[in-house]
């Protein structure tokens, strides 16, 4: 078949291939799912599970801070009114099932045979009567579980809790998100003096942003490489050719994640600028190549037959060797990383293909490119190559002592680098998002949620005395110790209803001091059992009950420590003949992943020098050989690692990649 007739062909079934791969990459989503960032496959994402099933998620919650004006408290009576419009909008709207605020907050009292709700909050009365605004604050701040949750400690804010249903996505997130914001606009209540926090918060940043700012990195990616392929080629075919090669290898590989089903989220959004240089390489060899043998004087048809012979073998193996180094990503837990490595390595071989397949036949299919005059003698800069290679050979010694000093230097900071991660830790400190969610970190009980599920021993249920007391043991440990600043449990429930039926005074909340007295409250826990807020923290037949709770986002090492000595404490501090416990909730299998982490990128890196000196054992049969491709590849790994240690970045999901 003719040469030309062959590009027709090949251009005719690569434009067919591009249309389908262009058709599924066409149905991607953006998306940032928080559960994607749990540990596949690991034992204490199984328990969470169950557990979500039996107590509901620990983080279908939207935060919302409100400041109270200049010269104003939380207790302001014009601020409170503002809240109360916000509280009423928040309540109807659709994904919303439970509302936590300043004013709507009642203490439960029965007398007789009746229950009536007491408000904590009288705004009304407080212009007419001041010392009823004076009373109400105290109440509260004597009250457990209402200053950090809803009231700031200084008195100066107050928060919302709004329960939204289970795993609420982006776009009713949104929705909501958007509702409460023209909700503030109607209220008065200006932007400056309003925070949010929560999943849904994060979810719809992250989303949008990952929209943009893969849109200007494309853009800028591509803008610089037509700068650098116009300064090297100065040809208008120089530059467009390996571009249409390097889109064309990018609607592969994002069509192949489309027909896969998979989204594009935090890691999977650098596909794109990956294969921008990977796959840009192949095609300025080709280019590179095809110019220099057509200087050399050779026709058109037998350049491009030795371009292709001679840069066929070391492209593939670069392309093989580069692909390995993204599949070894697919031993991580991490599903995000899992399939950043799966569907970068495709494309990587794809972007090989697309190079020794699409950019040949545009190069049969274009005329002749007219040069200047015949290079007889190499390239322009071949003099200034060989100058600079022929000073490395003379200074080899200089070379590995520098070398060799880099290298210690690098291992030394390395050591340095810390497995770390905090809530928004990729956003700049001075983003917006997360200043709103510091802002419950320094002024209410903070964003990272805790979870602990309490299982009852020897036939007892969660309301049994013994259980009971060893249940506040915990609870006195987790706020004196653990730093835990809002929580609530059976117990909780326990004390609450002693409270209502002895009459609603402070003292009154409190466990029971005995039996007898427990046993007065198992009629009224039993027709409160499947309330929502009761079955959020004790099942019906009382055989579990959870403790729940939220403390300031400490970052994962100091969480690490924590939950060690936690563990310590529930193993020695209470008698597990009586209560046994166990940790669980998103925030810990978040930090789990921490622990995997290291693990992960010693198994990926093991596969990586392991194959690739396989490969180089095969090819040269000479053990001196491979140390001498595998050094210069491990040295910048180390360089990096130094360069982080020294700039105190961590160790996290999104730089576990580098």
């Known amino acids: ?32 799912n928080f559960n994607d960032f749990y540990p596949a496959g690991d034992p204490d994402l199984d328990y969470y599970q169950g557990y979500t099933q039996r107590f509901g998620n620990d983080n279908d919650y939207l935060l919302l801070a409100l400041e109270a004006g200049p010269g104003q408290t939380a207790f302001s009576p014009a601020f409170l009114t503002q809240v109360d419009s916000l509280t009423r909008v928040a309540r109807r709207q659709r994904n919303v099932l439970h509302v936590t605020s300043p004013t709507t907050l009642s203490q439960t009292v029965v007398e007789g045979l009746g229950a009536y709700t007491l408000p904590y909050l009288h705004p009304g009365e407080y212009r007419a009567d001041p010392s009823r605004r004076a009373a109400d604050s105290t109440l509260i701040y004597k009250t457990p579980g209402l200053v950090g949750n809803v009231f700031s400690p200084d008195a100066r804010a107050v928060a919302l809790v709004i329960q939204t249903t289970p795993d609420l996505k982006k776009p009713p997130g949104d929705s909501l998100l958007t509702q409460l914001r023209a909700g503030l606009a109607r209220a008065g209540l200006p932007e400056a003096r309003v925070h949010f926090a929560g999943k849904a918060v994060a979810q719809s940043v ?73 796959g840009m390489s192949d095609t300025i060899h080709i280019i590179s190549r095809y110019v220099s043998e057509l200087g050399y004087g050779a026709g058109k048809k037998h350049a491009l037959r030795t371009t292709i012979k001679e840069s066929g073998f070391g492209s593939g193996l670069s392309a093989l060797t580069t692909s390995i180094g993204f599949f070894t990503l697919m031993t991580s837990t991490i599903r995000p990383i899992h399939n950043f490595g799966l569907f970068t390595g495709i ?102 949620p805790f979870e602990l599920e309490l299982k009852p021993a020897g036939g007892r249920d969660v309301y049994d005395p013994a259980v009971l007391a060893q249940t506040e043991k915990v609870e006195r440990y987790l706020a004196n110790t653990y730093g835990l600043k809002f929580s609530a449990s059976p ?86 003949t009586i209560l046994r416990t166990r940790l669980t909730g998103s ?17 990926g890196m093991a596969i990586d020098v392991a194959m690739v000196t396989l490969i180089v054992l095969v090819l040269f049969r000479s053990v001196r050989m491979t140390v001498v491709v595998l050094i210069p590849n491990l040295l910048p790994i180390l360089v990096v690692a130094g360069v982080m240690g020294l700039a105190g970045v961590s160790m996290k999901v999104s730089t576990s990649i580098i």
């Open 1 to 32: 078949m003719p040469l030309r007739r062959t590009a027709y062909l090949t251009l005719l079934v690569l434009a067919l291939l591009t249309g389908l791969a262009g058709y599924f990459a066409a149905q991607l989503r953006f998306n940032y």
């Open 347 to 448: 494309a990587v071989i794809l972007a090989f293909l697309l190079s020794f397949t699409l950019l040949p036949a545009m190069l049969v299919l274009l005329n002749k490119p007219a040069l200047r005059e015949p290079r007889k003698h190499g390239h322009d800069w071949d003099g200034v190559l060989g100058r600079l290679f022929m000073s490395v050979l003379r200074r080899r010694r200089l070379v590995f002592t520098l070398s060799a000093l880099i290298l210690v230097a690098s291992v030394g900071l390395a050591t340095r680098v810390r497995i770390n991660s905090a809530l928004l830790d990729d956003l700049s400190k001075s983003d917006p998002v997360r200043k709103d969610f510091a802002f419950f970190n320094d002024h209410f009980a903070g964003v990272r």
């Open 491 to 576: 117990a909780t429930l326990v004390r609450t209803v002693h409270q209502a039926l002895h009459g609603g005074g402070l003292a009154e909340y409190r466990l029971p001091t005995d039996s007898a007295g427990l046993a007065r409250l198992r009629g009224p826990l039993r027709q409160f059992r499947k309330r929502p807020e009761f079955r959020a923290l004790a099942l019906p037949d009382g055989s579990a009950g959870r403790l729940t709770g939220r403390m300031v986002d400490v970052g994962s090492i100091r969480a690490d420590a924590l939950n060690d000595a936690l563990r310590q404490f529930l193993h020695t501090g209470i008698d597990t």
């Open 206 to 278: 992250f989303v949008d942003r990952l929209q943009r700012e893969m849109i200007i990195f494309m853009s800028l990616s591509f803008l610089l490489v037509m700068g650098l392929l116009w300064l090297t080629f100065r040809t208008w075919w120089g530059v467009i050719l390996p571009l249409v090669v390097v889109v064309g290898a990018i609607i592969w590989g994002l069509g192949v994640m489309g027909a896969c089903g998979i989204s594009i989220d935090l890691m999977t959004a650098l596909l794109p600028l990956m294969l921008f240089v990977v």
């Open 587 to 603: 925030s810990n299998l978040i930090d789990k992943n921490n622990e995997n982490l290291t693990l992960n990128m010693i198994q």
